[in-house]
């Protein structure tokens, strides 16, 4: 679609709303197009590495001990060999 300068200063939320709706607006001055209206893609936001690196201030000396509640979630006990076995030989 394209309008007017005076049309678009007397439409422009319509406009915006027809451009949100996938419809292209050009903005034209004596039948020359000078401004297309676009959708402005929502920025993504930067992965900053490092930002939370003073967060952590104090760790308790407990920080990796099994929890209690996971004990059957963790890896099954090892066996140990006797003292007396000797361990196998191929």
Do not use: C, W
């Not at 903005?27 to 490092?50: D, M, S, W, Y």
């Amino acid at each position: 679609m394209i309008v007017t300068t005076h049309q678009a200063k007397t439409n422009l939320s319509k406009l915006i709303q027809r451009a949100l709706d996938g419809e292209e607006i050009i903005i034209a001055r004596r039948n020359q197009p000078l401004v297309k209206l676009t959708v402005v893609e929502e920025a993504k936001p930067k992965v900053r590495f490092g930002a939370l690196k003073d967060l952590v201030l104090v760790m308790g000396d407990d920080f990796d001990d099994e929890l209690e509640d996971f004990a059957e979630y963790g890896p099954a006990e090892l066996t140990k060999v006797a003292e007396d076995e000797k361990p196998y030989q191929a």
